[in-house]
């Protein structure tokens, strides 16, 4: 069964949360499953009651905590995000439930290597409460989305969508549920296209749109 090694020559990613970290565990479960070969080198949150730091620890995967609020702009937290990741050669970030708005000097550090997780179908119902615009808004169906991050919030070039229905009897708690189950697959997916070289990006027109080398989308 492949490891969490640090010593192996897995690709190294970390993992930047603020919350419950379901999505971190689907990563972490892929490792272990084999579905994921990356190390997770670090989960970071910018919030010390993150539950995904439990899980990060109960993995044995290092953490860190930086209180976004101990810093006095947003750059200087973004320069000690930075010197976190460089300190332990990550070569990925996956944004799992990181409630944080990013500046250049983190997106310059890891340009095209920042992956977001959000759950609707961008362009969509960006921005914080996805899932409760959602139901406001009545559409019929919704999902998950993982992008490249870049400096306009959840506006980054989309790597993968999934879909799920909205039902009529949906509540924000039941959408969720199902939107969480599929992120979770939907992020590992991903996450493992993006570490194996699989992503382009081409420039069509103003965009930049992400490209699957090999693309199969029955390999779920
Ligand atoms: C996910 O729905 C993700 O799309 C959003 O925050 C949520 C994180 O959930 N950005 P969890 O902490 O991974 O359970």
Same mark, same amino acid.
């Given at each position: ?11 190294? /990613? ?13 990563? /972490? ?128 070039? /989309? ?62």
């Amino acid at each position: 069964m492949p490891t969490n090694s640090p010593s192996s020559t897995r690709p190294s /990613i970390a993992v930047l949360v603020s919350g419950n970290g379901s999505n971190l565990q689907a990563l /972490i479960d892929a490792t272990h499953s084999g579905k994921l070969d990356a190390n997770i080198v670090l989960v970071l949150s910018n919030k010390e009651s993150a539950f995904a730091l439990e899980r990060a620890k109960s993995a044995n995967i290092p953490t860190v905590c930086l209180p976004h609020k101990a810093f006095a702009t947003r750059e200087a937290f973004d320069a000690q995000v930075v010197a976190e990741l460089r300190q332990r050669n990550v070569e990925w970030v996956v944004f799992a439930g990181f409630m944080r708005l990013i500046t250049n000097v983190l997106l310059d550090a890891y340009t095209h290597r920042i992956l977001n997780l959000h759950p609707s179908l961008l362009p969509a119902f960006p921005g914080a409460n996805a899932i409760e615009q959602t139901l406001a808004y009545g559409v019929k169906v919704t999902g998950c989305t993982v992008h490249l991050v870049t400096a306009e919030m959840d506006a980054g070039p /989309i790597v993968e969508q999934f879909v799920v229905p909205v039902e009529t009897t949906d509540t924000v708690e039941t959408l969720a549920q199902r939107i969480h189950t599929a992120e979770h697959q939907l992020l590992v997916r991903c996450v493992q296209a993006a570490v194996s070289g699989r992503l382009r990006i081409e420039t069509r027109g103003p965009r930049q749109i992400v490209q699957w080398s090999t693309h199969d989308a029955t390999s779920l």
